[in-house]
């Protein structure tokens, strides 16, 4: 196909019948259940991680293992958040591969919609939801490992806006070169980060950071957003 788009879960639910999107179970090494999906825990993976990476899991495995190598666009959504768009699907309407390949012909990504914070910039929210230790940690690995993200970096941190959920719609290649960056640094935070005595919640300080580093690598990559 020209396109393929995971579609992130943890338990059985309704799925688009377009083969366009095809579920995923995340952190299917933790589960009981198999509900006939795709699973994140063959090949290689880092399925038992989930309750840390949250939906990464099934994109490191999907890059791992080649999923989306014969796709020129790949993304990923959740079971119940999609993009917006012309193919019908229960109540609403999704993204259609015929509007991926209009999109992608003009832009570089397609994005959610970017959250504002209005009284606070992404740094302050960031410490105030969580543990600010967390982000300087990540900061001082991108000043002393990729320090050509660093401006970058410190641009996503001062703005008050944010795009969330590491749900896109992209290029396979540009795909790829991400992933190779993302989890270089996400394997220099786990020796950093100590999650032991973290709380559920908490515990997914990865998948947490990795929203943040996303926008870091659309700004230092310019990447044009639909």
């Known amino acids: 196909m020209k396109s393929k788009i995971l579609v992130a879960t943890h338990k059985q639910y309704e799925f688009p019948g377009n083969e366009l999107y095809q579920p995923i179970q995340v952190g299917s090494a933790l589960s009981l259940n198999d509900f006939g999906y795709l699973r994140d825990d063959s090949g290689k993976n880092i399925s038992s991680k989930n309750k840390s990476y949250s939906e990464l899991t099934a994109l490191y495995w999907a890059w791992k293992n080649g999923y989306f190598e014969e796709s020129r666009y790949c993304g990923l959504v959740h079971y119940r958040r999609y993009f ?33 914070y209005y009284i606070e910039n992404v740094r302050s929210h960031y410490e105030h939801a969580h543990y600010k230790k967390d982000l300087d940690i990540l900061e001082a690995l991108i000043d002393e490992y990729t320090p050509e993200y660093s401006i970058a970096f410190k641009q996503t941190m001062d703005a008050t806006t944010l795009h969330l959920y590491n749900m896109f719609v992209m290029k396979t290649d540009d795909f790829n070169r991400y992933m190779e960056w993302l989890f270089t640094l996400m394997a220099l935070l786990e020796e950093k980060i100590d999650i032991s005595d973290y709380d559920d919640y908490q515990k997914r300080v990865f998948g947490f950071l990795s929203e943040r580093l996303f926008n870091v690598w659309l700004i230092k990559n310019h990447l044009q957003s639909k």
């Open 84 to 116: 917006k768009g012309k193919l019908p699907f229960g109540k609403t309407s999704i993204l259609s591969p015929e509007e991926i390949t209009a999109y992608l012909d003009a832009y570089d990504i397609i994005l959610p919609k970017k959250r504002n």
